[in-house]
């Protein structure tokens, strides 16, 4: 299955306390169909020190995962979410924005 969502694309969050904000998404996680995206969904984790591996603890930033029905790819042109289509071109299956036939990076 083609996900319309592939890494380094620019995506708004749809739901959630990320609502309206803008990132890139930085890893796919197929198998749960979740994303990690830049800058969104940023907890803190309570590190406890691992001497052995020269590990320091204290609170940590960590992105998680979040759906990737949560998340839509973003048109900087229109300044909103968009709807992918893909097609072929030059014998090639490519992707653009469905309201304004633009290409997708």
């Known amino acids: 299955m083609s996900y319309k969502i592939r890494s380094n694309?620019?995506?708004?969050?749809?739901?959630?306390?990320?609502?309206?904000?803008?990132?890139i998404v930085k890893k796919i996680y197929r198998s749960n169909n979740t994303v990690i995206?830049?800058?969104?969904?940023?907890?803190?984790?309570?590190?406890?020190?691992?001497?052995?591996?020269?590990q320091s603890g204290g609170i940590i930033s960590k992105e998680l995962p979040i759906h990737i029905s949560n998340v839509s790819i973003f048109n900087k042109k229109l300044k909103k979410s968009d709807k992918v289509e893909f097609f072929w071109h030059l014998g090639k299956k490519k992707r653009r924005f469905k309201s304004n036939k633009e290409l997708i990076q």
Request: aromatic letters at 0%; a positive charge.
């Open 37 to 54: 995206v830049e800058g969104i969904n940023i907890v803190k984790k309570h590190q406890k020190s691992i001497p052995e591996k020269q």
């Open 9 to 23: 694309d620019l995506v708004i969050v749809l739901t959630g306390k990320d609502k309206g904000k803008v990132g």
